[in-house]
């Protein structure tokens, strides 16, 4: 079989979508006149990535608002924001150039997503010839949504956390039923834990251990069979060409995030500095048996961050060294992460989101191509 390949799953919103998301926030159009926007956007996603040669796709997460808060507000300016949620929240993430981004806050029960990631699965799937996979938001990243301290009037931790596990595993299910070959769980907040921020106060309550046991409470109810299929992707971050911990080691992260008893892994590694050291933590805590199910590493082969188009040849001498010290039939190539998370991300470091859109897909066609010369190698093809 040869070296699978998957992206993350988003792309930059075009700037003709990112206007209409502006004007439906200030009411100046309807959500229906911003859905003709989003169906745009999702076709054109749809059918320039099947273009790539990619063998699975995305819809570009062009109607989401964001990868954490599309089950809970219609826009990341929190217009349609979902039942007993405020817009008040904590940050969930200040990034490295000074910008940050912030969750609702919960102020009741019970916990409802109002948007489920299937939703626009089910839109995708009519526009699509290849394999779609699916992004869903991890419990862990959700948890945020309860305040730290104390515990909210007339509905306990405990309650919340039980209907949030009920929420994503909804999620997850959904998708598959929808038509996913793949989904993919994000998990961007796992190397934020590790970093310890005094201005993001939950980033220093060593909070990892609860977050991989939170995920597993998801992962457990689900077959070895179906684990296969559900992934965990891990990033340091990813908006306005930005990072938020890409100074955490990945040693303090690895051990930890390889006990989620998920079938693959989608990890950062291209805008990494040491990949080789990486690769070796990959080999030695990866796990063969996750209860059940072989854990297959996707090392970050493209950097979404960075406007240069990675070569063929770059992304093949990446998977070679890799192969060293990972099994290849666990081995696989990813994105180091969405190209744009976020709705609105003008992609400063590439000067606009339509030409981060054209990046993206050679980025994308690097990836397969690299992927496929580096099976032809190892003789996997
Ligand atoms: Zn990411």
Redo the contacts with the bound molecule.
Sequence with gaps: MPIPTEN?GSLPRPAKLQAAIADYDAGKISQAELKVEQDAACKDSIQRMEATGAPIISDGEQRASSFATYPLADTLAGTGLADNLAGDGQYFAIFTDGHHRQLPRLIGGPFRYKTYAADYLREAVKMADKPLKQAVIAPSMLYLLYPLEGEIEGYTREQFMEDLVDECEKDIRQCFEAGAKRVSI?F?EGRLACRNDPNNPWTGRKMLEQFIDLNNRVLDRFTAEERKNIGI?T?P??DCDATHSADVDYAELLPSMFKMNAGYFLI?LASETDKERVYKLLGEHSREDANGVPQVCFIGVINPQNPRVETPEEVRDDILLASKYIPVERLGTTDD??FS?FSIDVKPKHGSPDFARDVAFKKIESRVKGTQMASEELRVA
């Design positions: 993350v994000d961007t992707h990033c971050g990813g950062q992460c969405g998370p």
